[in-house]
């Protein structure tokens, strides 16, 4: 029988990958689409699923249309990952983001409770919870020390899946994955920030590139590889947490060094630091360990950094060079 699944955030980076693996795997897919004044698709058009998903009108914020998007879908599956995940913005936009990325699970939870309680549930959650690390490399047992109102945000969502798990025997999931990335990242998250400049750069369309904290380092992924252990959490008899990262960690500055070493330029010329891409709270290092993921669901990263730059870098290129 075809299964049936809801994904929000579907015109994100991880709803594009999440819906071309579903799609491959027969699903029938629907997508809960906030409405935007401008086209929101470009990403599942790139993927070319476009014409393949069944779109719900709806927004997190709204508990209404969530509920209806859930009874219109009757899914086997929902993948929560509608937010405002630009975690920069949410000291900008702190109530947005605590309603979408926090009080909007509730209204999904609530909806899958009440009309749906087979379905099982996948809820997005975060390696910026663990913020202000409280160990050296972060797994499921580590506690968590948010440093921003996403973080914080998340975290309501993250306990609020497991309380829904705890209190009403939910198949109710969450990965706890690191930063993924692709070339369908958006283009304010510093890695596509760097590929495409350093693209603009070699082709002569742009001078510099403006960061903040370039000695920050993160555990980078690729998507295709993660939206994989997402679904894999979904196959499991029991619902659980799991951490999803490569458990290796770089610094911003490696990652220019790696993007502009692929189109032959040298970052230390071009990039500039600028104040004002310094956050009021920092994560400085985030590290994960990713050895439940591998032994309970079968799961590793197959894509490592340099390979996932390249692919970025070329992607750039090719797109810099079309405008
Ligand atoms: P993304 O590209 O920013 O996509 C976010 C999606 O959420 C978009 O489809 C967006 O719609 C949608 N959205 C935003 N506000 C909404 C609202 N009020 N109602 C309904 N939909 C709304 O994020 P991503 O990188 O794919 O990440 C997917 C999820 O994983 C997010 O929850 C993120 O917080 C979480 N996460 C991401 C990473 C990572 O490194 N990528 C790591 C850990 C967790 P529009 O296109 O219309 O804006
Ligand atoms: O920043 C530093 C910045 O914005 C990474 C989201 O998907 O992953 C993502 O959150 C690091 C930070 O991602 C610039 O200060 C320096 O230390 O690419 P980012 P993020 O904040 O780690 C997590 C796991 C999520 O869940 C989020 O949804 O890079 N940095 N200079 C800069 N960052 C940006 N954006 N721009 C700069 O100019």
Not at 140 to 146: L, M
């Amino acid at each position: 029988m075809t299964k049936s699944a809801l994904i929000t955030g579907i015109t994100g980076q991880d709803g594009a990958y999440l819906a071309r693996l579903l799609l491959d795997k027969g699903y029938k897919v629907h997508g809960l689409v906030a409405r935007r004044s401008s086209d929101s698709r470009w990403r599942l058009r790139e993927m070319g699923v476009e014409a393949d998903i069944v779109y719900l009108d709806g927004d997190m914020a709204d508990a209404c249309s969530v509920q209806r998007a859930v009874i219109q879908s009757a899914p086997d599956e929902v993948y929560n990952l509608a937010a405002q995940s630009f975690v920069a913005a949410s000291w900008n936009q702190p109530v947005t983001t605590g309603i979408v990325d926090g009080l909007g699970v509730t209204h999904l939870l609530e909806a899958i409770r009440q009309f749906s309680p087979h379905t099982r549930f996948y809820q997005a959650s975060t390696s910026e919870m663990f913020g202000l690390i409280q160990a050296e490399q972060q797994d499921e047992n580590t506690p968590f020390y948010p440093r921003s109102p996403y973080g914080v945000a998340k975290l309501y969502g993250h306990w609020i899946t497991v309380n829904y798990r705890e209190s009403f025997n939910l198949h109710a999931s969450s990965g706890i994955l690191f930063n993924h990335e692709s070339p369908l990242r958006g283009i304010e998250f510093v890695t596509r920030k760097v590929t495409d400049a350093a693209a603009r750069i070699k082709q002569g369309k742009q001078q510099e590139l403006a960061l903040g904290n370039i000695d920050a380092k993160r555990d980078w992924g690729f998507a295709g590889d993660y939206v994989e252990a997402m679904w894999l959490m979904l196959q499991q008899d029991k619902p659980d947490d799991f951490v999803v990262a490569t458990g290796v960690t770089t610094t911003v500055r490696e990652m220019c060094r790696i993007a502009f070493d692929h189109v032959g330029l040298n970052y230390r010329d071009y990039v500039k630091i600028d104040p004002a891409f310094f956050r009021p709270a920092e994560v400085e290092v985030l590290l994960g360990n990713p050895a439940k993921a591998q032994r309970v669901l079968g799961w590793k990263p197959k894509t490592d950094l340099d390979t996932l730059i390249r692919m970025m870098m070329d992607a750039d290129m090719k797109r810099v060079a079309k405008e």
